[in-house]
Each structure stands twice: as structure tokens, then as C-alpha cells.
């Protein structure tokens, strides 16, 4: 028996499908009904790569007793936060004030008249353990609760809607501290600084901002900030969070050495990852570790995360199954070697030279069995090449050269019941997402300046294509994709996101000059209809949803804070400076500034919650307009120039190379490429 979620278009909500708890999606007959009935709104958000979340579905949301509890006192509402992140990032916020923590699941109740929460949590567990209490004694006290303390409740739920609403609204700065861009890149260096406690998160908003860090005088540091960029891109291509069969990196590591995985491949994270050691590369740390790590994540992409209409899919699930007869997946099973399979697949040459460059032992580092982690960043010999070869064909059934693709499990149990070659692969969630598929079309696009990879810009255009091709309806730019079906209507990270990642594609296409006219009059039409729908003229920046489609919000966030993605204001300050310098407008100046001025005082009293603000900000103070021949530009390209937009120039002085613009005013023209190039890096530490 399945309840209305298995009609839902959410992998994660039909997950939840036979659970005997009577789900609704979020939608107005839920929310009236529960006004109707008078039932606190139970809201469940999670994801459908969510270990914690697949956890809680097997426990307490299949329990009979807790079902039939939660149905009669209770109205449930299950929420992907991949569709509805702006509902996540509110009811995310009023957990973190009730508790002092968040995480997924999140789950919250909330009040059926105003939508306000009142109570929550994340996992809670059948029976108390963990020092957690069992579910069904948390819903009957919170059921007594609100039948019982009516005046408590009333006071609650108002302290929390202040709380909320007052959060949303940050106190202006007119003028913003000299200092500041400074204060932002030394604190946020600090955040990626390597230490030796707890989980290791890849956090690339951070390590850009670091990074763009490393072209200013560093010597006064509080950090040897090239020293921490290099580390974090070393940590990650040579770590357990990368995935050195084939290709494709983590969630995050369990430790501070980088080994153990929670083993979720997540789109976004490669994007962010891709773009950050291309941009290494290029600012001078070629390690042959690097290089490689981008060409198997793309080969990953293209193999595994790539629909046949071009887009890129959301996410690999951390759990799969070691055999059709289980009853439930096991964490790491696709992706981890015991060391009896090792001698059994590989030669005795072959394990030792394995164990020559990989963290590779009998006992393993993980529950027995070994994660592939790498000792070094120079080449792989062949040796090591053909035995990670032969790893790859027992995980897939087939050489890495004869497997072009490799199709997805879209549920557990199309995983158990598929004919597999190879071991069972974790479940894969197809849905297209605008914002993760910018992401990595922004990654792409870098690699394909550095590296020259004429495939690398092929697949970042077949993504762009669809995008633009297939994302609107009713004359509106939407969010999601189901197999050619659009859904919600975008939000600012799909906004933001995409109008950089076309940015992104006009700048690394100077031969092709109707290609790039094409991608930068598609950036100025989405960014109208940004400005129209999402732009906060009395406060400054955008909201994270539009103002026709917040009725059922408690509020219009603006966010600013960084978290596995960078900040929807901070991309799209940046994106203004780059519009400014690439038409001539200064009406994109002038918004930047004010979308600045509306964030500086959460930029000096928290510099650590909001690293691509800060990125915003160098772009603001140390723009640079270089424009030159379609030939200099492409040797221009690969170098590492964080603070330029690259332009052809068909009118430059005669004998002169190219001109470089500092903001609003243009240095002298540059007679030589040696010239150019001294005063595209002066130009760019300007301000600091």
C-alpha cells in the first residue's frame, strides 16, 4: 500500500512511498487541510542522498505505531530540500535557534495557523537511545503540549517568528571599512587552515576566496596563504574523498586526514571542486595529482552523471547493496576493497606497487576494508595505472576505455533486480537541478581554459543548451527538470549560478565571436528577470525566492551565508561587476554597491559565515577590464586572473597589444604582451 508520495517526481519523496505514515507534499490542500483540522504540521525535510534520512525511513517512519499516531494527531508533510531550498533554509535557521544545531533530517513542528515552528529536531531514533528520545513519546508530549499550553505555545512561536523575521533584516553600513576585504580573506583562510580534529568538508568557497588571496603581498599574513590553497587542493586529489578508481569526489570525510568518505557523490561538490583545481593549476601548482583528478571526475561526469539530453544529474547515493537478496543498502560497498579481494584481482607486482603509493594494508582503514587514499602528488606509474584498471572493471563489469556509459539505478530497486556486470551500483538521482548543473559548467569551463580539453567545453555546452532550451514555462525561468518536465519555479542560486556559469562561457570562447555575443545577451536577459522578480529595492540584494512565489513563506530570506554552495548574493554581486565591465552600464555597478552596502555588516561582524561576499567585494574594488586580440586573449586564458574580464578588442591603438581598464578609468595602452600582463596583475591588488 503507497500513500501520495508515490506519484511525487522527487526520488526522495518516493523513497517514503510505503511508509504507512499518510505523507502530503508541501502544497496549499496540505496546508489547508491541517488549518482546517486543526493538526500541527509535522514537516520532514531531507534529501534523497541523505544517509541519516534513508535511516530514519527504514526506522521510524515504518512503524506502525508511530503511523498510526502521527496520522491521527498529526499532519505530515515530507519536503525535498533539493526542490524547496528556500523552505529548508528557514525552518533550518528556526531548528538552529530552538536547539543550537541543525542537520538532516530535519524534522520541525509547526503551527497549522501561521506556519510558525514551535518544536524540533533531526534524528530521532524508535526507541530512546543515543540519548535521544523514542519518536513516539516525542509526538504524544508535543501533541499534550499543544492541546494543553496554549498561552506557552503563543509566547514561543512569537519569540521564534522575531527571532526569524529580525534575522532577515541586517543594519545598512554606508560606507564600507578599507580593512575589510583583508579582515575576509585572513579569517576565511583560517577556516581551511589543516588541523587535526574532525570531519574535513571541502568547503571551496572558502578555498576561493583564499585563494584569490594569494596575489596579494602575503607576507604580513596572519597565513602563508599560498601554503594553505596548495594543501587543500592536495588533501582533496589525494585523499579518500576523491575516488581514485574512477574518478568523482565525496560528500566529506569522517576524519581529519582525509581517508574516510561519507561516500555520496554530490554534482555541486564536483563542479566547485573541478573549478577550484583548475584555478590552482593555473596560479602555479601543477602537480601531476591535480591534473589527473580533474580528467577522471569529467570522465566520471560524462560516464555516470550525464543525461542523454545533455544535463548533469544531482547525486550518487553513499549505500549500495553487495548483493540483490539484501534488505538493506551498506555505506561504501561500491567503492571499498578488502585486502583478500585485492590479492585476488590484482598480481602480486601489481599490490605491492598498489601499496607503494595507496594507503593500502591487510587490516584496512575502514571496518576492515581499505579506502583508496594516495601518498603522493607526482604520476602514477603504469604499474599502479593497470591495477586501478583492473579495480575499475570489477566495480563496472567493463574497462574504463570500453565504457563510454554507465546507466543509472534510479531506485533501489531497479540496483537489486538490473543485471549488473559488476558490483551493485549506488542509486542515482537524476533530476536536473539549474543551480548544481551551473556549477559544474563553471568547473568545465575553467578546466577547458587551463587544460585545453576540447571535450571538457563540449559537455559544460550541452548542459548550458538544455538549460536555456528547456527551463522555461509560462515564460519563466524554472529550478528542476524530471525527465523533461520542468518543475518550480527558480530560485537566486539558479539565478546567480547560471548567469555566472554563461559569464563563464563567454569568457573562454575569444575565436568565436557570435558564441560569445550569444552567451552574454543570455546572461543580460536572465539577470533582467532577476532583477525583476528576486531584487530587494528597500533592503538591497536578492531574495532567495520570488515575490510571486512566497505566499506560503514566513518570511523572504536573503541569503548571504555560505554553506556546501556559495551564497546566491555573492555570486550575483560578482556577476554585476562582470556585467558592468563587459557593457558599459553602470546601473550593474550601482546595484553591486548597493547589494554590498546591504550585507557589510554581517561582513565585518561574521567574515567567516560569508567568504563569497568577500569574493563580491574584490571584484567590486579590483575589477579589471583587459582587452586585446581574440589571439592574446587565448594564451591570457589559462593564467589566473580572479579579478579580469577578458574582452576581444577590434579598435586598440595602433602597435599596441591590448588596454587594461582599472574600474572606470584605462591605464596606458600596452605595447607588449610582457606589459599587458604586468599591468593586468597591478591592477588587480589595487586595493589592498
Same mark, same amino acid.
Given at each position: 500500500?503507497?500513500?501520495?508520495?508515490?506519484?511525487?517526481?522527487?526520488?526522495?519523496l518516493?523513497?517514503?512511498?510505503?511508509?504507512?505514515?499518510?505523507?502530503?507534499?508541501?502544497?496549499d490542500?496540505?496546508?489547508?487541510?491541517?488549518?482546517?483540522q486543526?493538526?500541527?504540521i509535522?514537516?520532514?525535510?531531507?534529501?534523497?542522498?541523505?544517509?541519516?534520512?534513508?535511516?530514519?525511513?527504514?526506522?521510524?517512519?515504518?512503524?506502525?505505531?508511530?503511523?498510526?499516531?502521527?496520522?491521527?494527531?498529526?499532519?505530515?508533510?515530507?519536503?525535498?530540500?533539493?526542490?524547496?531550498p528556500?523552505?529548508?533554509?528557514?525552518?533550518?535557521?528556526?531548528?538552529?535557534?530552538?536547539?543550537?544545531?541543525?542537520?538532516?533530517?530535519?524534522?520541525?513542528?509547526?503551527?497549522?495557523?501561521?506556519?510558525v515552528?514551535?518544536?524540533?529536531?533531526?534524528?530521532f531514533?524508535?526507541?530512546?537511545?543515543?540519548?535521544?528520545?523514542?519518536?513516539?513519546?516525542?509526538?504524544? &508530549?508535543?501533541?499534550?503540549?499543544?492541546?494543553?499550553?496554549?498561552?506557552?505555545?503563543?509566547?514561543?512561536?512569537?519569540?521564534?517568528?522575531?527571532?526569524?523575521?529580525?534575522?532577515?533584516?541586517?543594519?545598512?553600513?554606508?560606507?564600507?571599512?578599507?580593512d575589510?576585504?583583508?579582515?575576509?580573506?585572513?579569517?576565511?583562510?583560517g577556516?581551511?587552515?589543516?588541523?587535526?580534529?574532525?570531519?574535513?568538508?571541502p568547503?571551496?568557497?572558502?578555498?576561493?576566496?583564499?585563494?584569490?588571496?594569494?596575489?596579494f =603581498?602575503?607576507?604580513?599574513?596572519?597565513?602563508?596563504?599560498?601554503?594553505?590553497?596548495?594543501?587543500?587542493?592536495?588533501?582533496?586529489?589525494?585523499?579518500?574523498?576523491?575516488?581514485h578508481?574512477?574518478?568523482?569526489?565525496?560528500?566529506?570525510?569522517?576524519?581529519?586526514?582525509?581517508?574516510?568518505?561519507?561516500?555520496?557523490?554530490?554534482l555541486?561538490?564536483?563542479?566547485?571542486?573541478?573549478?577550484?583545481l583548475?584555478?590552482?593549476?593555473?596560479n602555479?601548482?601543477?602537480?601531476?595529482?591535480?591534473?589527473?583528478?580533474?580528467?577522471?571526475?569529467?570522465?566520471?561526469?560524462?560516464?555516470?552523471?550525464?543525461?542523454?539530453?545533455?544535463?548533469?544529474?544531482?547525486?550518487?547515493?553513499?549505500?549500495?547493496?553487495?548483493s540483490?537478496?539484501?534488505?538493506?543498502?551498506?555505506?561504501?560497498?561500491?567503492?571499498?576493497?578488502?585486502y583478500?579481494?585485492?590479492?585476488?584481482?590484482?598480481?602480486?607486482?601489481?599490490?605491492?606497487?598498489?601499496?607503494?603509493?595507496?594507503?593500502?594494508?591487510?587490516?584496512?582503514?575502514?571496518?576492515?576494508?581499505?579506502v583508496?587514499?594516495?601518498?603522493?602528488?607526482?604520476?602514477?606509474?603504469?604499474?599502479?595505472?593497470q591495477?586501478?584498471?583492473?579495480?575499475?572493471?570489477?566495480?563496472?563489469?567493463?574497462?574504463?576505455?570500453?565504457?563510454?556509459?554507465?546507466?543509472?539505478?534510479?531506485?533501489?530497486?531497479?540496483?537489486?533486480t538490473?543485471?549488473?556486470?559488476g558490483?551493485?551500483?549506488?542509486?542515482?538521482?537524476?533530476?536536473?537541478?539549474?543551480?548544481?548543473?551551473?556549477?559544474?559548467?563553471?568547473?568545465?569551463?575553467?578546466?577547458?581554459?587551463v587544460f585545453?580539453?576540447?571535450?571538457?567545453?563540449?559537455? &559544460?555546452?550541452?548542459?548550458?543548451?538544455?538549460?536555456? =532550451?528547456?527551463?522555461?514555462?509560462?515564460?519563466?525561468?524554472?529550478?528542476?527538470n524530471?525527465?523533461?518536465?520542468t518543475?518550480?519555479?527558480?530560485?537566486?542560486?539558479?539565478y546567480a549560478?547560471?548567469?555566472k556559469?554563461?559569464?563563464?562561457?563567454?569568457?573562454?570562447?575569444?575565436?568565436?565571436?557570435?558564441?560569445?555575443?550569444?552567451?552574454?545577451?543570455?546572461?543580460?536577459?536572465?539577470?533582467?528577470?532577476?532583477?525583476?522578480?528576486?531584487w530587494?529595492?528597500?533592503?538591497?540584494?536578492?531574495?532567495?525566492?520570488?515575490?510571486?512565489?512566497?505566499?506560503d513563506?514566513?518570511?523572504?530570506?536573503?541569503?548571504?551565508?555560505? =554553506?556546501?554552495?556559495?551564497?546566491?548574493?555573492?555570486?550575483?554581486?560578482?556577476?554585476?561587476?562582470?556585467?558592468?565591465?563587459?557593457?558599459?552600464?553602470?546601473?550593474?555597478?550601482?546595484? &553591486?554597491?548597493? &547589494?554590498?552596502?546591504?550585507?557589510?555588516?554581517?561582513?565585518?561582524?561574521?567574515?567567516?559565515?560569508?567568504?563569497?561576499?568577500?569574493?563580491?567585494?574584490?571584484?567590486?574594488? =579590483?575589477?579589471?577590464l583587459?582587452?586585446t586580440?581574440?589571439?592574446?586573449?587565448?594564451?591570457?586564458?589559462?593564467?589566473?586572473?580572479?579579478a579580469?574580464?577578458?574582452?576581444?578588442?577590434?579598435?586598440?591603438?595602433?602597435?599596441?597589444?591590448?588596454?587594461?581598464?582599472?574600474?572606470l578609468?584605462?591605464?596606458?595602452?600596452?605595447?607588449?604582451?610582457?606589459?599587458?600582463?604586468?599591468?593586468?596583475?597591478?591592477?588587480?591588488v589595487?586595493?589592498?
Amino acid at each position: 500500500m503507497t500513500n501520495r508520495l508515490a506519484q511525487a517526481q522527487s526520488l526522495y519523496l518516493r523513497k517514503h512511498a510505503e511508509n504507512p505514515i499518510d505523507w502530503w507534499t508541501w502544497c496549499d490542500e496540505a496546508l489547508a487541510t491541517a488549518k482546517a483540522q486543526n493538526k500541527p504540521i509535522f514537516l520532514s525535510i531531507g534529501y534523497s542522498s541523505c544517509h541519516w534520512c534513508t535511516v530514519m525511513e527504514g526506522e521510524a517512519f515504518s512503524d506502525l505505531a508511530i503511523a498510526d499516531y502521527m496520522n491521527a494527531h498529526f499532519l505530515p508533510i515530507k519536503v525535498d530540500r533539493e526542490e524547496r531550498p528556500d523552505l529548508d533554509s528557514i525552518y533550518m535557521q528556526a531548528l538552529q535557534m530552538m536547539v543550537g544545531q541543525g542537520g538532516w533530517p530535519l524534522n520541525i513542528f509547526i503551527a497549522p495557523d501561521d506556519l510558525v515552528p514551535f518544536y524540533g529536531g533531526t534524528y530521532f531514533p524508535v526507541e530512546p537511545r543515543y540519548g535521544r528520545p523514542g519518536f513516539l513519546q516525542v509526538l504524544q &508530549a508535543i501533541r499534550r503540549y499543544y492541546d494543553t499550553e496554549k498561552q506557552d505555545l503563543l509566547a514561543r512561536k512569537a519569540a521564534i517568528l522575531e527571532a526569524i523575521q529580525q534575522s532577515a533584516v541586517l543594519p545598512k553600513t554606508q560606507q564600507s571599512d578599507e580593512d575589510l576585504l583583508k579582515k575576509g580573506i585572513e579569517t576565511n583562510t583560517g577556516v581551511i587552515t589543516p588541523h587535526d580534529y574532525g570531519t574535513q568538508f571541502p568547503m571551496i568557497p572558502y578555498a576561493e576566496l583564499a585563494l584569490r588571496g594569494t596575489r596579494f =603581498n602575503y607576507s604580513a599574513w596572519r597565513y602563508d596563504i599560498p601554503q594553505v590553497c596548495q594543501q587543500r587542493g592536495l588533501d582533496l586529489a589525494l585523499g579518500g574523498i576523491y575516488d581514485h578508481v574512477a574518478g568523482g569526489f565525496h560528500r566529506y570525510t569522517v576524519d581529519p586526514t582525509w581517508t574516510v568518505p561519507h561516500f555520496e557523490k554530490m554534482l555541486y561538490d564536483n563542479g566547485q571542486i573541478v573549478e577550484y583545481l583548475a584555478n590552482l593549476w593555473s596560479n602555479g601548482v601543477q602537480e601531476p595529482v591535480i591534473e589527473r583528478a580533474i580528467a577522471l571526475t569529467v570522465q566520471w561526469l560524462k560516464r555516470e552523471m550525464t543525461a542523454p539530453e545533455g544535463y548533469f544529474y544531482a547525486a550518487q547515493d553513499a549505500d549500495s547493496f553487495t548483493s540483490p537478496y539484501e534488505g538493506e543498502p551498506e555505506e561504501g560497498a561500491f567503492y571499498v576493497w578488502s585486502y583478500s579481494e585485492l590479492q585476488q584481482i590484482l598480481s602480486s607486482e601489481e599490490l605491492s606497487a598498489l601499496e607503494q603509493q595507496f594507503t593500502v594494508t591487510s587490516q584496512g582503514n575502514f571496518e576492515g576494508r581499505n579506502v583508496l587514499q594516495r601518498r603522493h602528488p607526482s604520476s602514477l606509474s603504469g604499474i599502479v595505472e593497470q591495477a586501478l584498471s583492473k579495480l575499475f572493471t570489477v566495480r563496472y563489469g567493463a574497462t574504463p576505455e570500453s565504457l563510454d556509459v554507465f546507466p543509472p539505478a534510479r531506485n533501489n530497486q531497479e540496483a537489486k533486480t538490473q543485471n549488473w556486470s559488476g558490483r551493485i551500483p549506488a542509486v542515482t538521482d537524476t533530476k536536473m537541478i539549474v543551480a548544481w548543473n551551473s556549477l559544474m559548467i563553471s568547473g568545465l569551463a575553467r578546466a577547458y581554459a587551463v587544460f585545453k580539453k576540447s571535450e571538457y567545453l563540449e559537455i &559544460a555546452l550541452s548542459s548550458a543548451r538544455f538549460i536555456l =532550451n528547456r527551463q522555461r514555462d509560462n515564460g519563466r525561468f524554472h529550478r528542476l527538470n524530471y525527465e523533461g518536465q520542468t518543475s518550480v519555479i527558480a530560485q537566486s542560486e539558479d539565478y546567480a549560478l547560471f548567469i555566472k556559469a554563461l559569464l563563464d562561457l563567454h569568457q573562454v570562447m575569444p575565436q568565436d565571436a557570435n558564441a560569445q555575443q550569444f552567451w552574454l545577451e543570455q546572461a543580460i536577459a536572465l539577470q533582467a528577470e532577476f532583477d525583476e522578480y528576486l531584487w530587494s529595492s528597500e533592503l538591497g540584494g536578492y531574495y532567495n525566492t520570488a515575490s510571486d512565489a512566497s505566499r506560503d513563506l514566513i518570511v523572504r530570506e536573503r541569503s548571504y551565508a555560505d =554553506n556546501a554552495t556559495p551564497a546566491a548574493n555573492g555570486v550575483a554581486i560578482a556577476n554585476l561587476v562582470r556585467l558592468a565591465l563587459l557593457t558599459e552600464k553602470l546601473s550593474y555597478l550601482d546595484r &553591486a554597491e548597493q &547589494a554590498l552596502q546591504a550585507f557589510t555588516s554581517v561582513m565585518d561582524s561574521a567574515p567567516q559565515a560569508c567568504p563569497s561576499l568577500f569574493t563580491a567585494l574584490d571584484w567590486y574594488r =579590483n575589477c579589471t577590464l583587459v582587452r586585446t586580440t581574440s589571439t592574446t586573449l587565448d594564451t591570457v586564458l589559462a593564467k589566473y586572473l580572479p579579478a579580469s574580464v577578458l574582452s576581444v578588442a577590434t579598435d586598440l591603438p595602433a602597435s599596441a597589444v591590448g588596454l587594461v581598464c582599472q574600474g572606470l578609468a584605462c591605464l596606458s595602452p600596452a605595447r607588449t604582451a610582457a606589459e599587458l600582463f604586468e599591468q593586468v596583475e597591478q591592477s588587480q591588488v589595487r586595493s589592498l
